[in-house]
Protein backbone atom coordinates (compact mmCIF):
# COMPACT_ATOMS: atom_id res chain seq x y z
CA UNK A 1 0.00 0.00 0.00
CA UNK A 2 1.15 3.31 -1.18
CA UNK A 3 2.59 5.55 2.18
CA UNK A 4 0.44 8.43 3.38
CA UNK A 5 1.90 11.69 3.20
CA UNK A 6 2.54 14.70 5.70
CA UNK A 7 3.15 18.22 4.77
CA UNK A 8 5.22 19.42 8.00
CA UNK A 9 5.45 23.39 7.55
CA UNK A 10 7.20 25.58 10.60
CA UNK A 11 10.03 28.03 10.21
CA UNK A 12 12.08 25.94 13.22
CA UNK A 13 14.47 23.62 11.70
CA UNK A 14 14.76 21.95 15.39
CA UNK A 15 11.37 21.17 14.99
CA UNK A 16 11.54 19.83 11.25
CA UNK A 17 13.91 17.65 12.12
CA UNK A 18 12.08 16.31 15.33
CA UNK A 19 9.19 15.40 13.56
CA UNK A 20 10.76 14.04 10.69
CA UNK A 21 12.70 11.79 13.20
CA UNK A 22 8.88 10.93 14.53
CA UNK A 23 7.26 10.31 11.83
CA UNK A 24 9.56 9.79 9.13
CA UNK A 25 9.74 5.72 9.05
CA UNK A 26 5.85 5.65 8.55
CA UNK A 27 5.14 8.50 6.28
CA UNK A 28 6.71 10.12 3.20
CA UNK A 29 7.11 13.45 4.59
CA UNK A 30 7.62 17.33 2.68
CA UNK A 31 8.44 20.35 4.42
CA UNK A 32 8.25 24.16 3.84
CA UNK A 33 9.74 26.58 6.01
CA UNK A 34 7.14 29.53 5.17
CA UNK A 35 3.25 29.88 4.81
CA UNK A 36 3.72 30.89 1.18
CA UNK A 37 5.98 28.16 0.32
CA UNK A 38 3.82 25.34 1.70
CA UNK A 39 1.13 26.79 -0.22
CA UNK A 40 2.43 26.40 -2.95
CA UNK A 41 3.69 23.00 -2.45
CA UNK A 42 0.56 21.55 -1.23
CA UNK A 43 -1.54 22.64 -4.17
CA UNK A 44 0.60 21.19 -6.77
CA UNK A 45 1.29 17.84 -4.58
CA UNK A 46 -2.00 17.61 -2.09
CA UNK A 47 -0.73 15.86 1.18
CA UNK A 48 -2.69 13.56 3.10
CA UNK A 49 -2.66 15.16 6.50
CA UNK A 50 -0.50 19.23 7.51
CA UNK A 51 1.07 19.41 10.32
CA UNK A 52 1.27 23.41 10.69
CA UNK A 53 3.39 25.56 12.72
CA UNK A 54 1.00 28.64 13.92
CA UNK A 55 3.97 31.42 14.68
CA UNK A 56 5.85 32.19 11.20
CA UNK A 57 7.03 34.95 9.60
CA UNK A 58 4.62 36.72 7.28
CA UNK A 59 2.09 33.99 6.43
CA UNK A 60 1.29 32.46 9.93
CA UNK A 61 -0.56 29.42 10.34
CA UNK A 62 -3.99 31.08 11.02
CA UNK A 63 -3.62 32.59 7.64
CA UNK A 64 -2.31 29.55 5.87
CA UNK A 65 -4.98 27.16 7.24
CA UNK A 66 -8.18 30.05 6.16
CA UNK A 67 -6.75 29.79 2.35
CA UNK A 68 -6.44 26.22 2.39
CA UNK A 69 -9.72 25.83 3.52
CA UNK A 70 -11.77 28.38 1.14
CA UNK A 71 -10.09 26.17 -1.56
CA UNK A 72 -12.21 23.46 -2.77
CA UNK A 73 -9.05 21.89 -3.85
CA UNK A 74 -7.27 21.55 -0.30
CA UNK A 75 -10.29 22.09 1.98
CA UNK A 76 -10.77 18.54 2.93
CA UNK A 77 -6.76 17.82 4.03
CA UNK A 78 -6.64 17.51 7.55
CA UNK A 79 -4.33 20.28 9.23
CA UNK A 80 -3.16 19.82 13.03
CA UNK A 81 -1.88 23.07 14.70
CA UNK A 82 1.51 22.61 15.86
CA UNK A 83 2.66 25.44 18.37
CA UNK A 84 3.39 26.66 21.82
CA UNK A 85 0.36 28.75 22.33
CA UNK A 86 -2.22 27.02 24.20
CA UNK A 87 -5.00 29.28 25.13
CA UNK A 88 -8.30 28.92 25.02
CA UNK A 89 -9.02 31.49 22.69
CA UNK A 90 -6.52 30.47 19.99
CA UNK A 91 -7.61 26.82 20.23
CA UNK A 92 -11.06 28.20 19.58
CA UNK A 93 -9.60 30.41 16.38
CA UNK A 94 -8.14 27.60 14.89
CA UNK A 95 -10.90 25.15 15.22
CA UNK A 96 -13.05 27.70 13.81
CA UNK A 97 -10.82 28.09 10.77
CA UNK A 98 -11.02 24.28 10.26
CA UNK A 99 -7.99 22.52 12.34
CA UNK A 100 -8.76 19.23 13.30
CA UNK A 101 -6.95 18.99 16.53
CA UNK A 102 -3.78 20.93 18.52
CA UNK A 103 0.04 19.72 19.30
CA UNK A 104 1.64 21.36 22.00
CA UNK A 105 5.20 22.34 22.09
CA UNK A 106 8.02 20.99 23.24
CA UNK A 107 7.09 18.34 20.95
CA UNK A 108 5.86 14.66 22.59
CA UNK A 109 7.23 11.95 19.63
CA UNK A 110 4.57 9.56 21.16
CA UNK A 111 1.75 11.67 21.37
CA UNK A 112 2.50 13.07 17.63
CA UNK A 113 2.69 9.40 16.46
CA UNK A 114 -0.83 8.81 18.12
CA UNK A 115 -2.70 11.76 16.50
CA UNK A 116 -1.14 11.73 13.12
CA UNK A 117 -2.38 7.69 12.82
CA UNK A 118 -5.36 8.13 14.57
CA UNK A 119 -6.42 10.93 11.90
CA UNK A 120 -4.72 9.43 9.45
CA UNK A 121 -7.04 6.37 10.07
CA UNK A 122 -10.12 8.35 10.23
CA UNK A 123 -8.96 10.30 6.21
CA UNK A 124 -8.65 6.81 4.99
CA UNK A 125 -11.86 5.59 6.58
CA UNK A 126 -13.77 8.38 4.87
CA UNK A 127 -11.91 8.50 1.83
CA UNK A 128 -13.08 4.58 1.01
CA UNK A 129 -16.38 5.60 2.23
CA UNK A 130 -16.68 8.54 -0.33
CA UNK A 131 -15.41 5.83 -3.20
CA UNK A 132 -18.04 3.43 -2.78
CA UNK A 133 -20.22 6.43 -2.55
CA UNK A 134 -19.13 7.42 -5.92
CA UNK A 135 -19.43 4.24 -7.26
CA UNK A 136 -22.92 3.16 -5.65
CA UNK A 137 -24.65 6.42 -7.17
CA UNK A 138 -22.96 5.71 -10.65
CA UNK A 139 -24.01 2.16 -10.72
CA UNK A 140 -27.91 4.16 -9.44
CA UNK A 141 -27.78 6.39 -12.20
CA UNK A 142 -26.99 3.83 -14.52
CA UNK A 143 -29.31 1.58 -13.77
CA UNK A 144 -32.03 3.83 -13.31
CA UNK A 145 -31.23 5.01 -17.23
CA UNK A 146 -31.60 1.06 -18.38
CA UNK A 147 -34.57 0.28 -16.31
CA UNK A 148 -36.18 3.40 -17.39
CA UNK A 149 -35.28 3.20 -21.10
CA UNK A 150 -36.55 -0.75 -20.75
CA UNK A 151 -40.06 0.24 -18.92
CA UNK A 152 -41.31 2.76 -21.49
CA UNK A 153 -40.51 0.60 -24.64
CA UNK A 154 -43.26 -1.85 -23.79
CA UNK A 155 -45.46 1.03 -22.33
CA UNK A 156 -45.72 2.90 -25.82
CA UNK A 157 -47.43 0.13 -27.81
CA UNK A 158 -49.64 -0.45 -24.77
CA UNK A 159 -50.98 2.82 -24.53
CA UNK A 160 -51.32 2.99 -28.23
CA UNK A 161 -53.35 -0.20 -28.41
CA UNK A 162 -55.52 0.93 -25.43
CA UNK A 163 -56.55 3.96 -27.95
CA UNK A 164 -57.16 1.81 -30.74
CA UNK A 165 -58.91 -0.16 -28.71
CA UNK A 166 -61.42 2.58 -27.30
CA UNK A 167 -61.79 4.31 -30.37
CA UNK A 168 -63.59 1.01 -31.81
CA UNK A 169 -65.04 -0.39 -28.79
CA UNK A 170 -68.85 0.76 -27.68
CA UNK A 171 -69.82 -1.30 -25.01
CA UNK A 172 -69.64 1.53 -21.91
CA UNK A 173 -67.91 -1.07 -19.23
CA UNK A 174 -65.54 -2.08 -21.39
CA UNK A 175 -64.53 1.06 -22.21
CA UNK A 176 -64.37 2.37 -18.27
CA UNK A 177 -61.78 -0.32 -17.98
CA UNK A 178 -59.90 0.33 -20.79
CA UNK A 179 -60.17 3.96 -19.36
CA UNK A 180 -58.56 2.89 -15.93
CA UNK A 181 -55.63 0.86 -17.69
CA UNK A 182 -54.99 4.28 -20.46
CA UNK A 183 -54.97 6.18 -17.18
CA UNK A 184 -52.60 4.19 -15.04
CA UNK A 185 -49.99 3.14 -18.09
CA UNK A 186 -49.96 7.09 -18.46
CA UNK A 187 -49.44 7.79 -15.21
CA UNK A 188 -46.48 5.32 -15.16
CA UNK A 189 -45.19 6.69 -18.19
CA UNK A 190 -44.86 10.06 -16.74
CA UNK A 191 -42.99 8.39 -13.98
CA UNK A 192 -40.48 6.26 -16.46
CA UNK A 193 -40.02 9.66 -18.35
CA UNK A 194 -39.02 11.75 -15.13
CA UNK A 195 -36.57 8.78 -14.30
CA UNK A 196 -34.82 8.96 -18.03
CA UNK A 197 -34.94 13.05 -17.31
CA UNK A 198 -33.12 12.62 -13.89
CA UNK A 199 -30.81 10.40 -15.30
CA UNK A 200 -29.68 12.79 -18.47
CA UNK A 201 -29.66 16.38 -16.09
CA UNK A 202 -26.99 14.03 -13.80
CA UNK A 203 -24.83 13.08 -17.26
CA UNK A 204 -21.61 15.34 -18.10
CA UNK A 205 -22.25 18.19 -20.45
CA UNK A 206 -25.85 18.92 -20.11
CA UNK A 207 -26.08 22.71 -20.37
CA UNK A 208 -28.87 24.88 -21.23
CA UNK A 209 -29.19 25.88 -24.83
CA UNK A 210 -30.24 29.76 -24.41
CA UNK A 211 -32.66 31.38 -27.25
CA UNK A 212 -34.50 34.55 -27.28
CA UNK A 213 -38.45 34.09 -27.44
CA UNK A 214 -41.56 36.05 -26.44
CA UNK A 215 -42.16 36.03 -22.79
CA UNK A 216 -45.67 36.70 -22.57
CA UNK A 217 -46.65 34.39 -25.28
CA UNK A 218 -44.22 31.33 -23.31
CA UNK A 219 -45.99 32.33 -20.05
CA UNK A 220 -49.68 32.16 -22.23
CA UNK A 221 -49.14 28.47 -23.10
CA UNK A 222 -47.59 27.90 -19.42
CA UNK A 223 -50.88 29.37 -18.13
CA UNK A 224 -53.47 27.13 -20.32
CA UNK A 225 -52.49 24.06 -19.67
CA UNK A 226 -52.46 24.80 -15.60
CA UNK A 227 -55.92 26.05 -16.20
CA UNK A 228 -57.28 23.40 -17.81
CA UNK A 229 -55.89 21.01 -14.99
CA UNK A 230 -56.78 23.23 -12.09
CA UNK A 231 -60.23 23.97 -13.37
CA UNK A 232 -60.62 20.04 -14.10
CA UNK A 233 -60.57 19.52 -10.03
CA UNK A 234 -62.98 22.81 -9.03
CA UNK A 235 -60.41 25.12 -8.31
CA UNK A 236 -59.38 28.79 -9.13
CA UNK A 237 -56.65 29.57 -11.24
CA UNK A 238 -55.14 32.87 -11.78
CA UNK A 239 -51.90 35.07 -13.00
CA UNK A 240 -50.32 38.12 -11.99
CA UNK A 241 -47.82 40.09 -14.75
CA UNK A 242 -45.33 42.41 -13.49
CA UNK A 243 -46.08 44.96 -16.18
CA UNK A 244 -42.03 45.79 -16.29
CA UNK A 245 -41.27 42.57 -17.87
CA UNK A 246 -39.53 42.74 -21.23
CA UNK A 247 -41.03 41.59 -24.12
CA UNK A 248 -38.39 39.20 -24.89
CA UNK A 249 -36.27 37.20 -22.98
CA UNK A 250 -33.25 34.77 -24.04
CA UNK A 251 -33.47 31.37 -21.59
CA UNK A 252 -33.77 27.49 -22.09
CA UNK A 253 -37.67 27.64 -23.19
CA UNK A 254 -37.90 23.67 -22.92
CA UNK A 255 -36.29 23.74 -19.75
CA UNK A 256 -38.37 26.62 -18.23
CA UNK A 257 -41.22 25.20 -19.53
CA UNK A 258 -41.09 22.00 -17.50
CA UNK A 259 -40.03 23.55 -14.44
CA UNK A 260 -43.44 25.72 -14.51
CA UNK A 261 -45.25 22.96 -15.71
CA UNK A 262 -43.94 20.39 -12.92
CA UNK A 263 -44.37 23.44 -10.15
CA UNK A 264 -47.63 24.29 -11.49
CA UNK A 265 -48.49 20.49 -11.61
CA UNK A 266 -47.27 20.11 -8.19
CA UNK A 267 -49.82 22.87 -6.64
CA UNK A 268 -52.58 21.31 -8.76
CA UNK A 269 -52.03 17.67 -7.29
CA UNK A 270 -52.08 18.46 -3.33
CA UNK A 271 -54.81 21.11 -3.31
CA UNK A 272 -58.22 19.60 -3.24
CA UNK A 273 -59.94 22.96 -2.80
CA UNK A 274 -59.24 26.87 -3.42
CA UNK A 275 -57.10 28.10 -6.41
CA UNK A 276 -53.87 28.32 -7.93
CA UNK A 277 -51.62 31.06 -8.71
CA UNK A 278 -49.01 31.97 -10.54
CA UNK A 279 -47.10 35.30 -10.79
CA UNK A 280 -44.14 36.49 -12.35
CA UNK A 281 -42.22 39.61 -11.45
CA UNK A 282 -38.87 41.01 -11.65
CA UNK A 283 -36.71 41.41 -8.76
CA UNK A 284 -33.06 42.65 -7.94
CA UNK A 285 -30.57 40.43 -6.27
CA UNK A 286 -27.13 41.69 -5.28
CA UNK A 287 -27.70 44.01 -8.26
CA UNK A 288 -28.71 41.81 -10.39
CA UNK A 289 -31.70 41.20 -12.37
CA UNK A 290 -33.72 38.56 -11.40
CA UNK A 291 -37.31 36.84 -13.45
CA UNK A 292 -38.96 35.43 -10.46
CA UNK A 293 -41.75 33.04 -10.60
CA UNK A 294 -44.02 32.47 -8.10
CA UNK A 295 -46.42 29.55 -7.55
CA UNK A 296 -48.77 29.44 -4.89
CA UNK A 297 -51.46 27.20 -3.51
CA UNK A 298 -54.31 26.66 -1.32
CA UNK A 299 -53.07 22.57 -1.11
CA UNK A 300 -52.47 20.22 2.04
CA UNK A 301 -49.24 21.99 2.73
CA UNK A 302 -45.46 20.81 3.94
CA UNK A 303 -44.10 20.56 7.02
CA UNK A 304 -41.25 23.67 7.54
CA UNK A 305 -38.73 20.42 8.76
CA UNK A 306 -38.94 18.68 5.25
CA UNK A 307 -39.04 21.93 3.13
CA UNK A 308 -35.29 21.33 1.87
CA UNK A 309 -36.23 17.61 1.80
CA UNK A 310 -38.55 17.83 -0.62
CA UNK A 311 -36.25 19.05 -3.04
CA UNK A 312 -33.74 15.32 -2.79
CA UNK A 313 -34.33 12.07 -5.05
CA UNK A 314 -37.71 10.41 -4.13
CA UNK A 315 -39.04 12.36 -1.57
CA UNK A 316 -41.91 13.83 -0.97
CA UNK A 317 -43.25 15.12 2.06
CA UNK A 318 -44.23 12.16 4.67
CA UNK A 319 -45.90 8.57 4.11
CA UNK A 320 -49.52 9.98 4.13
CA UNK A 321 -49.69 12.31 1.37
CA UNK A 322 -47.41 9.92 -0.38
CA UNK A 323 -50.42 7.63 -0.05
CA UNK A 324 -53.01 10.47 -0.75
CA UNK A 325 -50.98 11.28 -4.06
CA UNK A 326 -49.04 8.79 -5.16
CA UNK A 327 -45.73 9.46 -7.18
CA UNK A 328 -41.87 9.04 -6.91
CA UNK A 329 -41.33 12.30 -5.42
CA UNK A 330 -38.77 13.27 -8.70
CA UNK A 331 -40.60 16.41 -9.75
CA UNK A 332 -38.97 18.94 -7.41
CA UNK A 333 -35.83 17.10 -7.80
CA UNK A 334 -35.67 17.61 -11.86
CA UNK A 335 -37.30 21.48 -10.80
CA UNK A 336 -34.22 21.94 -8.87
CA UNK A 337 -31.55 20.62 -11.20
CA UNK A 338 -32.98 22.40 -13.63
CA UNK A 339 -33.02 25.72 -12.46
CA UNK A 340 -29.62 25.61 -10.73
CA UNK A 341 -28.40 24.82 -14.47
CA UNK A 342 -30.05 27.98 -15.44
CA UNK A 343 -27.87 29.92 -12.77
CA UNK A 344 -31.19 30.35 -10.79
CA UNK A 345 -32.63 29.00 -7.19
CA UNK A 346 -35.64 27.48 -6.09
CA UNK A 347 -37.33 27.52 -2.59
CA UNK A 348 -40.50 26.80 -0.69
CA UNK A 349 -42.34 28.39 2.05
CA UNK A 350 -45.40 26.08 3.48
CA UNK A 351 -46.66 25.18 6.70
CA UNK A 352 -49.27 22.08 6.71
CA UNK A 353 -52.94 22.84 5.92
CA UNK A 354 -52.02 26.15 5.13
CA UNK A 355 -50.94 25.81 1.52
CA UNK A 356 -47.40 26.38 -0.60
CA UNK A 357 -45.77 28.75 -1.95
CA UNK A 358 -43.01 27.90 -4.29
CA UNK A 359 -40.67 30.26 -5.77
CA UNK A 360 -37.50 30.26 -8.45
CA UNK A 361 -35.45 32.98 -9.79
CA UNK A 362 -33.37 32.90 -12.61
CA UNK A 363 -30.91 35.57 -14.07
CA UNK A 364 -33.02 38.42 -16.38
CA UNK A 365 -31.37 37.08 -19.71
CA UNK A 366 -32.34 40.14 -22.84
CA UNK A 367 -31.80 38.87 -26.65
CA UNK A 368 -28.75 40.88 -28.00
CA UNK A 369 -31.23 42.40 -30.43
CA UNK A 370 -33.61 43.00 -28.01
CA UNK A 371 -36.47 41.15 -30.21
CA UNK A 372 -37.70 37.62 -30.04
CA UNK A 373 -37.72 37.92 -33.77
CA UNK A 374 -34.50 37.72 -34.30
CA UNK A 375 -32.11 34.64 -34.78
CA UNK A 376 -31.39 32.84 -32.45
CA UNK A 377 -28.96 33.72 -30.44
CA UNK A 378 -26.55 30.88 -28.58
CA UNK A 379 -26.78 33.33 -25.45
CA UNK A 380 -28.09 35.91 -24.13
CA UNK A 381 -26.96 39.47 -22.76
CA UNK A 382 -26.80 39.61 -18.83
CA UNK A 383 -27.99 43.04 -17.32
Not at 7 to 15: E, L
Not at 129 to 156: G, I, Q, Y
Not at 263 to 280: D, M, P, R, W, Y
Amino acid sequence: MKRQTVMIVDDTPANIEILSETLGEEYELFFATSGADALELIRADKPDLILLDIMMPGMDGYELCSILKGDPATRDIPIIFVTAMIGEEEEIKGLELGAIDYLTKPISPHIVRARVKNHLELKRYRDLLETLASAADRAKKEFLRSVSHELRTPLTPIIGMTDLVLDSEEDDNKRKYLTMVQKSALRLLGIVEDLIETSRLEGEGTAPEYRPFLLKAFLDTVAMEARTQAEGKGLDFMVTLDPALPEAVSSDQAMLHKVLTMLLGNAVKFTTAGKISLEVHLQEVAGEQMLQFSVADTGVGIDPADLERVFSDFTQSDGSITRSFPGLGLGLTLARRMTELMDGSIWAESSPGGGSLFQMQIPLLLPESESADAPPASDGVRQ
